[in-house]
């Protein structure tokens, strides 16, 4: 089953690797925060993944961490692109 888990994990790492060049080539904004995205995304899928394969609990936290970086990540591109800041939660209405 261990093998099962590392093969899984090594397609995913494909899938992560062929986002990279989203990152790289562009050609929008969004589109290099959607890859951005998806290296988030899969890098916690890698690591659940591996965490099963060796029986290490100590890496689903990493994965935890990795999920929620992605999570602030999207935040603070949305609030990037948004015109004037626009859902910030500090400015008075």
Do not use: C, H, Y
């Not at 590392?6 to 080539?25: E, P």
Request: proline share 4%.
């Amino acid at each position: 089953m261990d093998s099962f888990f590392q093969g899984a994990a090594l397609i995913v790492l494909l899938n992560v690797a062929a986002s990279a060049i989203r990152i790289f080539i562009g050609p929008s904004r969004a589109d290099r925060m959607m890859g951005a995205q998806l290296v988030g995304t899969g890098g916690v899928a890698i690591l659940i993944l591996l965490s099963l394969a060796g029986a290490r609990p100590a890496v689903l936290d990493v994965a935890l961490l990795l999920a929620l970086l992605a999570a602030f990540a999207a935040v603070a591109f949305v609030k990037s692109v948004s015109p004037g800041g626009a859902g910030d939660p500090e400015e008075e209405a």
